[in-house]
């Protein structure tokens, strides 16, 4: 795209996109080491995330100043435009992954003095596919790719089938011995945190679809 | 056509537009909906003027102008050899740039049109020219200075009473070119509340430089470059989602 007549704009734009994808990298980093906290019973770990979630909080009051700003001094329209309302919702939606990151962090913490229960085996398979879907969201909104928006999207409906096969197994082993009671309701939180977390990534791709094509995909089956 | 579609107020049709050899017009064909503001953008010597001066033939006063293709009010060309001019420009009043009142009384200046095209005498004409100054929101402030040299006004209200002038022969159509450029900020904001009044009676095209002016006021928006209509469509659609590029690059500042 060539640029705009009022260069200081295109810089600013360009900020905007790697302030967002700092951001992204960022929260990415921090559900990969809640899940090594839980996968290597790391409380050290799993304290640092909850920690580090203060620099999440300052990226995203700092991209709101930045859209803000550019929307009351440049006055965007047509692709700018949708480009700092998708920024808006995304940097929402990342700040609330983080967020989920620090609760996952917290739940690893409850659970790293305790052997794991049978389910648990399958929460790192269930995490690596959130983390996929991020990526992939992030990378769809960098290279303003909606089909690959559209994939992130559709791999929801796994998640989702994942977490109810996590509840089924866990509240078995519970029935079975109530001493599994407390490690049950940590893995059944951290379970459903990820299923939350896949959420907030397909709000994301939708800003990817609307930010490429101008269409608003959101609620599509409940508007 | 269908029964259900509604007669487009303004009609234009493959329309080209020469000044002597210079084409400054290609091929324009769009629709005006009557009762909406439809707002004409792009960059100076686009066409847009000349493509609002085709609507009331005020290009038949230049010389050497050549008009090919077609535009139709209702459904019957104005370009018909038989059609009366003076009865076009009453049915499309238009409103300019700067003001530019009649040197003549405040009343005089709304009551001229009327009187000359016969709509009234006396006590109607009287009504007219309150009503009228009423619709602009002139004629509490001015009803005690009816006699006043309307260039004594404010430019603000020059233009209002301008636009009443045109009101005054009952129009359907008003084409404003750039009605507000020489009008401050509050002055336009009143103007363009005053557009949104009028648009419940009277169908409004307006040209302007102002992309947050036609942003604000119309319903469709049609962007012209180097004489081509490039697109036309629902205001929201082209500030948001243009279609065209060229669009794209000139609603966002990047067009050179």
Same mark, same amino acid.
């Given at each position: @795209? $060539?640029?705009? &007549? ?24 921090? !559900?990969?080491? $809640? ?7 790391? $409380? ?20 709101? =100043?930045?859209?803000?700003? @550019? ?18 919702? !995304? ?36 995490? $690596? ?7 992939? %969201? ?15 999207? %559709?791999?929801? %409906?796994? &998640? ?27 893995? !059944? ?16 791709? =939708? @800003? ?16 | ?90 049915? #499309? ?16 200046? +709304?009551?001229?049109?009327?009187? #000359? ?55 359907? +159509?008003?084409?404003? /070119? ?5 009008? /401050? ?19 409004? +095209? #307006? ?50």
């Amino acid at each position: @795209m $060539s640029e705009h &007549i009022y260069k200081p704009f295109d810089a600013e734009l360009r900020s905007l996109k790697d302030m967002i994808l700092a951001m992204g990298g960022l929260v990415e980093a921090h !559900i990969s080491d $809640s899940l090594r906290a839980l996968v290597e019973r790391d $409380s050290a770990r799993a304290r640092s995330v909850i920690e580090a979630d203060r620099q999440v909080n300052q990226m995203e009051l700092a991209i709101d =100043e930045l859209c803000v700003r @550019m929307l009351v001094l440049r006055q965007p329209a047509a692709s700018d435009l949708r480009f700092i309302a998708a920024a808006l919702k !995304i940097v929402t939606d990342l700040e609330r992954i983080g967020d989920l990151a620090v609760n996952m962090g917290e739940r690893a913490l409850a659970l790293c003095d305790e052997p794991p229960l049978r389910a648990v085996v399958d929460l790192p398979a269930m995490a $690596s596919s959130v983390q996929k879907m991020l990526r992939d %969201a992030l990378d769809a909104f960098v290279t303003r790719d909606d089909a690959k928006a559209e994939t992130v999207l %559709a791999a929801d %409906a796994e &998640i989702d089938k994942a977490l109810v096969q996590i509840f089924e197994d866990v509240r078995a082993e519970m029935k079975k011995d109530p001493a599994n009671v407390d490690r049950g309701i940590s893995t !059944i939180f951290y379970a459903k945190h990820l299923e939350r977390l896949a959420d907030h990534t397909c709000n994301v791709a =939708e @800003m990817v679809v609307y930010l490429v094509r101008g269409q608003d995909v959101r609620h599509k089956t409940n508007r | 056509m269908s029964a259900n579609r509604a007669v487009p107020k303004l009609c234009v049709q493959g329309l080209d537009l020469y000044y002597g050899d210079f084409q400054a017009l290609i091929n324009v064909s769009l629709e005006i909906t009557e009762r909406r503001i439809t707002a004409l953008i792009g960059p100076s010597g686009c066409g847009k003027s000349t493509l609002l001066r085709t609507f009331n033939r005020m290009n038949d006063l230049i010389v050497g102008c050549k008009v090919v293709g077609d535009v139709e009010l209702d459904g019957r060309s104005i370009y018909a050899p038989n059609r009366n001019v003076d009865d076009l420009r009453k049915r #499309i009043g238009m409103v300019f740039q700067r003001p530019n009142p009649f040197p003549l009384s405040v009343y005089e200046n +709304v009551a001229y049109g009327a009187r #000359i095209h016969g709509l009234a005498a006396g006590a109607a004409l009287d009504a007219i020219v309150e009503q009228s100054l009423a619709a602009v929101d002139l004629w509490s402030g001015l009803k005690d200075r009816l006699d006043d040299n309307a260039l004594t006004l404010s430019g603000e209200q020059q233009q209002r009473l301008c636009i009443a002038r045109v009101l005054a022969v009952e129009p359907d +159509v008003l084409l404003m /070119d750039e009605p507000c450029s020489a009008l /401050d900020p509050v002055a336009t904001m009143r103007v363009e509340e005053l557009m949104q009044e009028l648009v419940d009676r009277y169908t409004i +095209v #307006i040209v302007t430089h102002n992309m947050q002016q036609a942003a604000r006021v119309s319903q469709d928006t049609g962007f012209m470059l180097l004489g081509e209509l490039v697109e036309i469509g629902p205001t929201n659609q082209v500030f948001t989602s243009p279609r065209d590029q060229r669009t794209e690059d000139y609603v966002s500042g990047r067009f050179g």
